[in-house]
């Protein structure tokens, strides 16, 4: 009975310790300008809620809608556990336009589904416009390692457009 209830204890031990995956897509915004740019987004009415957005469907977290989208890594736009949608009509799905301005408020850039300024790719409609990496995270909680396995998609800004 005592050698049961040790074997059992280890494999209890042992089944909580291992590595589980998770899967997610992202879609970010990365500035490749030398200018310190904001970017404006204006999601769709259903995924407001006092000012800010539902900036995932994994967890419920709410983030401003202004914000200056970091040049090295980029900024999250929206995080997803539907790995199969295509990062345009994710962005069509959450948002219904984005404005990139310059820190002293001048709009640079427009987009929407319908049409785009100043730039030559429209985030929304055209799939070329996102740059595609596969990352994995690791988040450690209590015995067990967690890794998360991410498809990202990433629009970057760039001056010569």
């Known amino acids: ?7 059992c204890i280890v494999l209890l031990l ?3 310790c291992k590595k589980h995956a998770d899967n997610q897509l992202r879609i970010l915004i990365r ?3 030398d200018s ?3 970017v404006k987004l204006y999601p769709k009415i259903d995924n407001m809620k006092i000012g800010r957005y539902i900036y995932s469907d994994i967890h419920i977290v709410y983030r401003d809608t202004t914000f ?3 040049a ?14 295509e990062p345009h009509l994710l962005a069509a799905k959450i948002f219904d336009s984005i404005n990139i301005s310059l820190s ?3 709009i640079l850039m427009r987009f929407s589904p319908q049409r785009v ?3 030559s790719k429209n985030l929304f409609t055209d799939k070329s416009a996102w740059v595609y990496e596969k990352n994995q995270y690791e988040l450690i909680k209590m015995w067990r390692d967690n890794y998360i396995e991410s498809d990202d998609y990433i629009f970057i800004i760039t001056s010569g457009n």
């Not at 980029?74 to 995080?79: A, D, F, R, T």
Request: aromatic share 8%; charged share 15%.
């Open 117 to 119: 300024v100043n730039y």
């Open 1 to 7: 009975m005592r050698k049961l209830i040790i074997l």
């Open 36 to 38: 310190l740019l904001t």
């Open 14 to 16: 042992v089944t909580s």
């Open 68 to 70: 200056v989208p970091f």
């Open 72 to 85: 090295r890594l980029g900024s999250e736009l929206y995080v997803t556990q539907d790995i199969s949608i």
């Open 31 to 33: 500035n490749g300008t």
């Open 104 to 106: 002293s408020g001048k």
